[in-house]
């Protein structure tokens, strides 16, 4: 690893200590975001997925979502743990965001607790909020992490990490 391990302080995360393949695991705190100007999904039901170096990727159940701001899209990729993704945009009256939220309708084994669950880039929003705190994204554009006081990196995501 070309950059140090930052060392977590008491009740933080290193997400090298997280594991790869990655996991599931509930998140049994509050999960809001904003876009456009209003609260588009709220909840205590949440998933959060580990991998090592990210960090956590939050999925929220679909029911979270206000009715009619997820709109299904045609972009599709691939994740070699969780399986084929679908992208939705976000569109919220007279503002989109495209391509910006996916699921895995049909998750591969050890992944079935995404089904029917939702995660979103947190750049394009105008908050996402994790227990009230406010989630920066990130770095890098490409993964879907939301970084918060309670995890260390350093993350990958940013210049010089493609390979790690």
């Known amino acids: 690893m070309p950059v140090p391990r930052q060392t977590p302080g008491p009740g933080q995360e290193s997400v090298w200590d997280y594991p790869r393949p990655p996991r599931v695991e509930p998140f049994p705190g509050h999960i809001q975001v904003r876009f456009a100007g209003q609260l588009i999904a709220d909840t205590r039901q949440a998933f959060r997925l580990l991998e090592t170096s990210h960090p956590p990727t939050y999925y929220l ?6 009715a009619g701001v997820l709109v299904p899209s045609q972009r599709r990729t691939v994740c070699e743990w969780k399986g084929v993704a679908r992208y939705f945009s976000i569109v919220q009256g007279d503002k989109e965001a ?6 895995y ?27 009230g705190e406010r989630v920066e994204p990130q ?9 918060t006081s309670r995890v260390v990196g350093p993350f990958k ?8």
Do not use: N
């Open 61 to 66: 159940p679909q029911e979270a979502f206000r």
């Open 98 to 103: 495209r391509d910006v939220a996916w699921s």
């Open 105 to 131: 309708p049909e998750p591969l084994p050890g992944f079935e607790a995404l089904a029917g669950c939702v995660a979103l880039y947190s750049g394009p929003m105008d908050e996402c909020l994790v227990d």
């Open 139 to 147: 770095p890098g554009g490409f993964y879907g992490g939301w970084i």
């Open 157 to 164: 995501g940013g210049p010089g990490s493609h390979f790690w």
